[in-house]
């Protein structure tokens, strides 16, 4: 049906050659059979990376996880960080829509253990390529049939400095009408070496098992690299088949790439920050940590409703991947009633085994109403089943009321179940137990044939559809049973795979029946025969290039804790990932704090979040008076990442410690404390800002008065990375019964993202100072040259970044000695640290340190660390589409919207001012 070409895709090669030892998951498995997986295993390889291949070819489609080198594919990978993707798009002739298809995917990571089975589901969903439909029909579909392609017997290859000869393919007719086919492949994109071939396509593909004979199509291998830029795609083959005249022209390839678009929003689940090659440990500053090992897990939505329709749900839960699947179940009551579930359930829990995915299953009753004369079909139950993170979406259970239907018409139900009239009818009787055998044969000697003056009931079940096995038992009923056993009516199950929509497989069908002879066993054979499946929204539940497009969603972990330092988490909701992320948020308040654990709005912070992850920290640097120390208190500390479960509970001891800005004390109490003069100058624009940027800031607007009490001055930042800044300052009102001011600190808000540690972004700094002239706009600039940071426990949050972070980097606070003593409560004693060490210790509470009195130079300092150990654990940083067993739980508390806002404080003061 075209040209043979081969479609080498990526080769998985294991080499044996000396290398860098990399743990990497391993194991093989059929897709059809993935709970029969066992992908714990783990082997130290020689391999440059660890890698997940799905084949999705229906001959035979599989799972693998291993090992592989850069330059194991046709063209050498630059990055080991990357996701393949090898898709047709083609054109449905009957629907006349463009589908999508994808055939193979493969996703390449370079830390231990990053090729987690759990990813599985997350893959084929990564990202898609489309096109635009009505280009499509007049560039590659047309009419159907063309008569001539450009033709050449054998490749023709070239680069950028030798371009391929399109000379070389003559254009030639076809013998039949037929379509054409083409291929562009790269070996080298850079240099844009590729070769091409063009022919009339044959009737049948000849030696390529794995063409699946799609007629109009463009089929496209591609990768995109995750730690670069992600919508720079990178197209490595191109396959043609077209029935346009001249759509083998030279120029065809360029049109394709630029008509191709990629959605990639899904990527978000892959974090842009990953470990560092072969990242074997992750240091941090605390006592030893053992992680669980995490079983492969799925994510499904977990909800309740009744009588809702919609059944709207953003809460979800992890379970195991091996033994359980998503669904949602709609049960009818005869009421009219009815109840909608979104779970988990055991692969275990059918009678007949669930042997492929996604499914619907429907369990119905064909009833008789004595009073109308009329037969009815009722829907008792819907079941929509499903195995990837997040199939069983709430978007879907609109689909599922009138999604089949299986219906008998009424003269065969009259004439096979109805009351014929007779006092008696013959009833084969084998109450105690089911005869079983095929549909072929089954010895029915053991069930005789007794006259019956009641209802016969009459029971197929199959044990095994896929061979026809089957159980059957009959028996007259009691004239004492129930009414509903005495209604006639037909009950049937049955089961629709995504793979056959066409084919109904029933699982069981009972018969209460008064017709003469209706318990003979041939009946359910005439019943398979005459029955008619009505489908409604079918492809949209059960073909995934076909159902509504679903937002990306990001899964977080979502409680409320009070002074609890360890806020045992296991609740999960689930929300765009486009327009939210993940967060763990510390708020301190003196000795008590809050923790949360929620998603949070993309555009919630004044100052946007430009990557992830990133930790962002409110600190004050305050003067006491009784012991003349600079003491840094921890306000609240912000750790933010967009990959599923990424805002782990078991980070958040970590969070006090994991980064602090310092300022030290001599420029302290020059600039903020003063010598105790009392009137100090200071600018004052107490109602509004003036804004500039940090090179020029017209300050005329805010001329200098004389103040007796604090000065307060507001730098705030609309955007960092241009330095586009607001100023404010004003003399505050003396202390009132309303407001004390606490007279000497320095606010600050900073953050570092992952890519650059070591590069504090600050976003606001309010001083409140008595110094003379404190308030002059230099004042800030002078801040951010004396600034330091303190890295504690970044690397848990933020990764092994010891290589990144070039460039304008702040200055690491140098390691200090002092006699004094600090006091800190912790989350099991308070521990005094005095002599002449310092010592890192999570608290639970606030957090004070000396500051430092010796100079601010970029020295580096060693610090006792402690080494997560891998294999046995599991990296915070690496994505998973389920979080890690957590043994103990916790009531979650109030939620509370926490946010530091300083604004709130000078609209306040200026408030006072005014009743002055």
Known sequence: MGIVIPWIFLVLVIWAAPSTSLICYQCWCPSFNTAACNCSNTSDVEGSHCIIVEEFHSSN??????????????????????????????????????????????????????????????????????????????????????????????????????????????????????????????????????????????????????????????????????????????????????????????????????????????????????????????????????????????????????????????????????????????????????????????????????????????????????????????TNTLVYGCNWNLCNHPSLVTLIPDSFKMTLSDEWLNANVLDSGASDRDCHECPQAPQCGTTEFIDASRCPIKPCNSTCVVVDKFDNPTTNEFCYQSYCSSPEADIEENQHRVELEGIIYGDQPDVVELWEIDLYCRADDCSRVEIFQEIRENLTVETNNLTLLLDNSSRPIVEPEIICYDCFCYDDPICACDKYTVSSASSSYCTIIRDNFDEDFFIALEHIDRNSTFVYIREFPYLLVEESIIYDEKTGWWNTRNNVVIFGCNWNYCNDPRLIPH?????????????????????????????????????????????????????????????????????????????????????????????????????????????????????????????????????????????????????????????ICPATTTNRTTTLRTTTSVITVSGTTTSSITGSGTTTSRMPTSSITNATTSTERTTIIPGTTTSFGQTTTGPPEITTTAESGLSINVAHNIFILFFLLISLINLY
């Open 61 to 378: 489609p599989y799972i693998e996880l291993s090992s592989t080198f850069l330059d194991s594919s046709y063209i050498r990978l630059k990055d080991s960080y990357y996701i393949i993707l090898d898709e047709s798009i083609f054109y449905h002739e009957i629907t006349k829509d463009l589908k999508m298809k994808t055939k193979r995917i493969v996703y390449g990571c370079d830390w231990n253990y990053c090729n987690e089975y759990s990813l599985i589901s997350l893959l084929p969903d990564s990202f898609k390529l489309t096109m635009d439909k009505k280009w499509f029909e007049e560039n590659i579909y047309g009419n159907g049939s063309v008569n001539a392609c450009h033709t050449c017997s054998k490749e023709i290859c070239g680069n950028r400095i030798q371009p391929i000869s399109y000379d070389q393919s003559t254009f030639t007719p076809c013998n039949n009408p037929t379509t054409c086919s083409l291929y562009n492949v790269w070996h080298d994109v850079e240099t844009d070496e590729s070769c091409y071939r063009s022919e009339c396509t044959k009737s049948v593909f000849k030696d390529d098992p794995n063409e699946d004979n799609q007629k109009y199509k463009v089929q496209v291998e591609a990768i995109v690299y995750l730690s670069q830029i992600r919508s720079n795609l990178e197209i490595w083959k191109l396959n043609i088949n077209c029935a346009v005249y001249n759509c083998t022209r030279s120029s065809i390839f360029q049109d394709v790439k630029e008509q191709i678009r990629n959605d990639i929003n899904n990527l978000m689940t892959f974090p842009t920050v990953r470990r560092s090659p072969i990242d074997t440990s992750l240091t941090i500053k605390s006592a030893m940590i053992t992680i669980p090992t995490t079983t492969p897990t799925l994510s499904c939505y977990e909800c309740a409703c009744y009588n809702d329709p919609a059944c709207s749900c953003n809460t979800v839960r992890p379970d195991d991947a091996s033994s359980t699947y998503c669904i949602i179940i709609r049960r009818n009551n005869e009421s009219g009633d009815f109840t909608v579930n979104l779970e988990h359930i055991d692969r275990n829990s059918s009678r007949v085994f669930i042997r492929k995915f996604p499914y619907l299953l429907a369990e119905e009753s064909i009833l008789y109403n004595e009073t109308t004369k009329e037969w009815t079909t009722r």
């Open 655 to 811: 969070l006090p410690n994991s980064f602090q800005m310092r300022l030290p004390e001599t420029w302290l109490d020059s600039n903020i404390l003063g010598t105790g003069q009392p009137v100090r100058e200071c600018h004052e624009c107490p109602n509004a800002p003036q804004c500039g940027t940090t090179e020029f800031l017209n300050t005329t607007e805010c001329p200098i008065q004389p103040c007796n009490t604090t000065c307060l001055v507001s730098d705030i930042f609309d955007d960092p990375a241009i330095g586009l800044l607001c100023y404010q300052s004003f003399c505050a009102p003396p202390d009132s019964e309303f407001f004390t001011i606490d007279p000497h600190r320095v606010e600050l808000d900073g953050v570092i993202y992952g890519s650059r540690p070591r590069s504090v972004e600050l976003w606001e700094i309010h001083i409140f100072c008595r110094a003379d002239d404190c308030s002059r706009p230099e004042l800030f600039k002078e801040i951010r040259q004396n600034l330091c940071v303190d890295l504690g426990d970044y690397t848990i949050f933020l990764g092994n970044t010891s290589t990144v972070g070039q460039g304008n980097e702040t200055a």
